[in-house]
């Protein structure tokens, strides 16, 4: 099942803004509607001001309804294994649930599985503070 995930995080890459870091990442979640969301990282001249992949897939799901991903997959062209930055961690953690399956991939598929409590221990919880 996650190989959809991997091709769609893989093509959602192919639409990367990424002209100042040279860095393009493709982000695809799967919600619990069973749709797939994907995303790529949007850069501008105002650099770092731009978006990384995973907040734009997480924008496309809720704007297509959904409210909870099930699993996400990440790939970045230049580095294997790219896990989400810090920032995107917490903004996945906001959606998720502690089971969450990340897969991090390189070109030729999924290469590693996190839970969201391997990636991120101790995030803040939605239920607790908010």
């Known amino acids: 099942m996650s190989h959809d995930l991997f091709e769609a995080a893989r093509d959602a890459m192919a639409f990367s803004h990424a002209p ?3 860095f393009p990442v493709g982000a695809a979640i799967r919600a619990e509607d069973g749709k797939v969301y994907r995303g790529a990282n949007i850069e501008n001249i105002s650099f770092p001001q731009g978006w ?4 734009t897939a997480i924008g496309a799901m809720i704007m297509g309804g959904a409210k909870k991903i099930v699993e996400i997959a990440v790939i970045a062209e230049k580095l294997p294994l ?5 920032g995107c961690r917490q903004k996945i953690a906001e959606f998720a649930s502690s089971s969450t399956r990340i897969y991090l991939c390189d070109e030729t598929g999924v290469k590693k599985t996190l839970t969201m409590d ?3 221990p101790h995030s803040f919880a ?3 503070i908010g």
């Open 20 to 22: 100042y870091s040279k």
């Open 82 to 86: 790219c896990p989400p930055c810090g």
């Open 52 to 55: 990384c992949a995973e907040p």
């Open 118 to 120: 391997e990636l991120l």
């Open 126 to 128: 939605t239920e607790v």
